[in-house]
């Protein structure tokens, strides 16, 4: 089973719809990351949080919201989906007492139409 | 303003030739380095951090804090090389992570 999952991979909506995008990992991590990925731009940090009660924002954070549910799960959503948030959204995770490796997993594919 | 700068979208390199994937950034702190690989079909995974001054799969990286540089080198490039690489800086107390823009590189037969 994969330490990392993310639940869908793909998803297509419309614009003005509201849409969660789930994490789950088994690795035992305290830290949390969600990421978008665009064509040119790289990756680009949207939330992170270091225990359930730390949510913290980060450079695109508008239009977007976060739930840390358990140490285990770390749900993205976007409240009303407007097509520039098309991307490919990525979820990692890091050991507080470990080496800065990140684990990341397969992605989730978004298109809002 | 913390920043990684890869400046190479595409870098395309012939079977046996040398490989060098600039990375620049900026940061105040004291930088803590990383290059990220993704293979085609393959999960974003770790490649290597300046802090362990390894090789792995015969690439090797050297912070430069002069020239505030973290390029990724390899001597003699393969073809299972081709994948896109991100350059990654860690930001000290916050344990933010900044990805550069990324560069493909393919490695022609």
């Known amino acids: 089973d994969a330490d990392v999952t993310q639940t869908p991979r793909n998803r297509i909506t419309k614009t003005g719809k509201r849409i969660m995008l789930e994490c789950s990992q088994t690795?035992?991590?305290?830290?949390m990351y969600w990421y978008r990925q665009d064509p040119g731009l790289g990756l680009r940090l949207i939330y992170y949080?270091?225990?359930?009660?730390?949510?913290n924002k980060g450079e695109i954070s508008d239009g977007y919201s976060v739930s840390r549910q358990a140490q285990a799960k770390f749900s993205l959503s976007l409240e009303s989906a407007i097509p520039n948030q098309t991307a490919l959204y990525f979820c990692?995770?890091?050991?507080?007492?470990?080496?800065?490796?990140?684990?990341f997993g397969e992605g989730s594919r978004l298109t809002v139409l | 303003a913390q920043r990684v700068t890869q400046p190479e979208k595409l870098l395309s390199v012939f079977k046996g030739a040398p490989v060098e994937l600039k990375c620049n950034y900026s940061?105040?702190?004291?930088?803590?380095l990383f290059w990220y690989v993704q293979y085609s079909r393959q999960r974003l995974q770790l490649l290597l951090r300046?802090?362990s001054r390894e090789s792995i799969k015969g690439f090797t990286a050297d912070l430069n804090k002069g020239e505030t540089s973290f390029h990724l080198k390899k001597p003699f490039a393969q073809e299972e090389d081709s994948a896109m690489y991100y350059c990654?800086?860690?930001?000290?107390?916050?344990?933010?992570?900044?990805f550069g823009t990324g560069t493909r590189l393919k490695v022609l037969a």
């Open positions: 690795k035992g991590h305290d830290r």
């Open positions: 949080s270091f225990d359930v009660k730390d949510i």
């Open positions: 300046h802090i």
């Open positions: 990654a800086l860690r930001t000290s107390g916050t344990y933010k992570y900044i």
């Open positions: 940061y105040s702190g004291s930088p803590e």
């Open positions: 990692a995770t890091s050991d507080e007492a470990g080496n800065g490796e990140l684990f």
